[in-house]
């Protein structure tokens, strides 16, 4: 084991490699710590970035869904299809084998629909609807007895 005054001559000896030394190992960490910092900065940047282009499509994705659902064109193809899905529930009540007051019901409930549905719409789809009634009761006939065609309003 070296002695404390062989030590202090080394380093009289060896000062300005120890010191050239120390700085290089200073000058690396100075440049390393550097280039950390630039490298976490372009990470943030990019981040940024693409946190803002996220966002950017999210806004344009709900503003198209937004503006697919709110078409005219689409309202009024999903306006007459639960018009017609309405009208077809109350057509399958009037068949179903059920008591007459629950047909009645459905009947009452099909004609304040259609009149509401009018009210609220010059060019509503119930208006174009026309109601059938056809009479096949009759006996020892071909066909129906009776057909009434009506603008489905009562």
């Known amino acids: ?72 064109e689409v309202q009024r193809h999903f306006m007459t299809m639960g018009m017609e899905f309405v009208l077809g529930v109350s057509a399958m009540m009037q068949k179903a084998p059920i008591p007459d007051f629950v047909k009645d019901a459905a009947g009452t409930t099909e004609r304040s629909f259609r009149s509401s549905a009018c009210r609220a719409n010059e060019d509503c789809g119930a208006r174009k609807v026309q109601k059938v009634d056809i009479n096949t009761e009759s006996e020892g006939s071909d066909g129906p007895s009776e057909i009434k065609i009506g603008n489905g309003e009562e």
């Open 1 to 72: 084991m070296a002695t404390e005054e062989e030590i202090q001559e080394f380093v009289a000896r060896n000062r300005e490699l120890i010191e050239s030394i120390m700085r290089l190992q200073r000058d690396g960490a100075v440049e390393a710590a550097a280039a950390t910092r630039d490298v976490a900065k372009e990470a943030i940047t990019y981040a940024h970035d693409s946190a803002d282009e996220a966002k950017a499509r999210a806004e344009d994705f709900a503003r198209s869904t937004y503006n697919m659902f709110m078409d005219p």
